[in-house]
């Protein structure tokens, strides 16, 4: 009886030890694992893929426009039923609804025609959420998972 | 990944301050000892676990912690130098009822201590009567009386 206990002991040890390399690899959540970027070009997006319940993490939106002009981002999906937009930096010139759910912000670009614009999450939610970006046109998809 | 990072953080920086502490003030606790303690809890809770109050979060933490006591656990036990140089050795602080000064000064210990420790343990009521007096590495001390 005692043996089945030091193997499961050996067991538990090993799989403590995994998750532990798993953590610093960034499977949950802030690490090169959980580190993502979706598209390229005209539009794209740097977030976190693995998000934590009530963790804060940060999402860049980049994107191409006619220099010094306003440019439309619409954010759309499950992304703000499962998390908290605490900011976004810059300011929005107008925000309003996007597509009955989502989000539409007005930001404006600089002289070289480039919106980067800073997103501070807070999940909320819980699970997979899948999320679409859209601006001028060119639309990305992306999922991210929330652990409890 | 942070998780992580901070627990094995602050496991080292705690290991190794409490070094520097001293073995006493791990065996029997007083009331500025006890105080210090709970204070200590309370500013390694905050920068455990930040903003992050989920389950993921804590559970990582926790892994991390246990974890690491285990790894150590295992490198003393393989290697005893490390094991040496971890947790001491037994010292040894008064031989033949006769106080060596140098070590008791060392362990910031008095010998009214060895003996309020020989009377609780082994019922002594001289230091003339005590063989050998040993710091432990926990702290405690230990009495061996003349038989």
């Not at chain 2, 910031?108 to 040993?134: H, T």
């Amino acid at each position: 009886m005692q043996r089945r206990h030091w193997a499961f002991e050996r067991l538990a040890g090993v799989m403590v030890f995994s998750i532990i390399v798993l953590a610093l690899l960034g499977m949950f959540s802030k690490g090169p694992l959980s580190a993502s970027v979706a598209g390229s070009g005209a539009l794209k997006i740097e977030y976190q893929r693995f998000q934590r319940n009530g963790a804060a993490s940060q999402m860049v939106i980049d994107a191409l426009a006619e220099p010094g002009k306003n440019v439309r981002l619409n954010i759309t999906g499950e992304l703000l039923e499962a998390m908290t937009i605490e900011s976004i930096h810059p300011m929005p010139v107008t925000s309003s609804t996007a597509d009955h759910k989502g989000l539409s912000i007005v930001v404006t670009a600089d002289e070289e025609g480039h919106v980067r614009a800073y997103l501070s999450l807070r999940a909320d939610g819980l699970g997979l959420i899948r999320s679409q970006v859209e601006s001028r046109g060119e639309r990305i998809g992306f999922w991210q998972f929330i652990y409890p | 990944m942070d998780s992580v990072l901070r627990a094995a953080a602050l496991y080292i920086a705690l290991l190794l301050l409490f070094k520097v502490l001293g073995r006493r003030s791990m065996s029997e606790l007083t009331i500025f000892d006890f105080v210090l303690l709970l204070i200590i809890g309370e500013a390694t809770q905050q920068a455990l676990l930040g903003d992050d109050f989920s389950v993921t979060n804590a559970l990582l933490v926790i892994m991390t912690l246990i974890g690491i006591d285990v790894l150590l656990s295992r490198l003393k036990w393989r290697w005893p130098a490390f094991d040496l140089w971890l947790e001491g050795s037994p010292i040894i602080v008064v031989e033949n009822g006769v106080p060596l000064q140098s070590r008791l000064q060392a362990a910031r210990l008095k010998v009214e201590d060895i003996l309020e420790s020989a009377r609780e343990s082994q019922g002594l009521e001289r230091i003339e009567q005590i063989k050998f007096a040993i710091i432990e590495k926990n702290g405690k001390i230990s009495i061996i009386p003349n038989t």
